[in-house]
T-cell receptor
Framework: AQKITQTQPGMFVQEKEAVTLDCTYD???????LFWYKQPSSGEMIFLIY??????QNATEGRYSLNFQKARKSANLVISASQLGDSAMYFC??????????????FGQGTILTVHP | NAGVTQTPKFQVLKTGQSMTLQCAQD?????MYWYRQDPGMGLRLIYY???????DKGEVPNGYNVSRLNKREFSLRLESAAPSQTSVYFC???????????FGPGTRLTVT
């Protein structure tokens, strides 16, 4: 079973509009963390935002916010006021539990975001 | 402050050849990781090192070996390259296990 599911292969948004990229996850571990990364066409992976399973509030970092709905096991990324430079592939990732698994990230397949002027 | 550096950036190998991908970080991070990214897929963890002196298998370790040379350096070795190992390889580091990971620029490897 997929641990991280990103159901939108591609998304389009108009410049200055907000966009939501979906991510659902599957874990039975009460302690986990969710990450979003951006991969521009140049290929590097850029860390955007993190949400811990015990965090009471949704994470925010500048124009990025994470809509964390624990009961629904979703961790959607919201980008406000889209810019042309936001065009990229976006990956959701999860790390679970403790012990030897603690450092392992499982990635989704990604969503390609295109921002139109 | 270069962050995470990887060498080489590009490499072409013939089936059966061996090579080592080098990775170094200057952020004083304890944990380091190797991933591969195949077309249309997310990253998959090959091996990781939670701290200097330890290494553990990830999701796809077969055909690879790693060495955590010191706190800064973590190398990935392909002993006998196969076409199925054609991929982009990323090295990453984090201050501790479970924290956000910072990635190198990647190595594009083609095995013919």
């Amino acid at each position: 079973a997929q641990k991280i599911t990103q159901t939108q292969p591609g998304m389009f948004v108009q410049e200055k509009e907000a966009v939501t990229l979906d991510c659902t996850y599957d874990t039975s571990d009460p302690s986990y963390g969710l990450f979003w990364y951006k991969q521009p066409s140049s290929g590097e992976m850029i860390f955007l935002i993190y949400q811990g399973s015990y965090d009471q509030q949704n994470a925010t970092e500048g124009r990025y916010s994470l809509n964390f709905q624990k009961a629904r096991k979703s961790a959607n990324l919201v980008i406000s006021a889209s810019q042309l430079g936001d065009s990229a592939m976006y990956f959701c990732a999860m790390r679970e539990g403790g012990g030897t698994s603690y450092g392992k990230l499982t990635f989704g397949q990604g969503t390609i975001l295109t921002v139109h002027p | 402050n270069a962050g995470v550096t990887q060498t080489p950036k590009f490499q072409v190998l013939k089936t059966g050849q061996s090579m080592t991908l080098q990775c170094a970080q200057d952020m004083n991070h304890n944990s380091m990781y190797w991933y591969r990214q195949d077309p249309g897929m997310g990253l998959r963890l090959i091996y990781y090192s939670a701290s200097e002196g330890t290494t553990d298998k990830g999701e796809v370790p077969n055909g690879y070996n790693v060495s955590r040379l010191n706190k800064r350096e973590f190398s990935l070795r392909l002993e006998s390259a196969a076409p199925s190992q054609t991929s982009v390889y990323f090295c990453a580091s984090s201050v501790l296990q479970g924290y956000e990971q910072y990635f190198g620029p990647g190595t594009r490897l083609t095995v013919t």
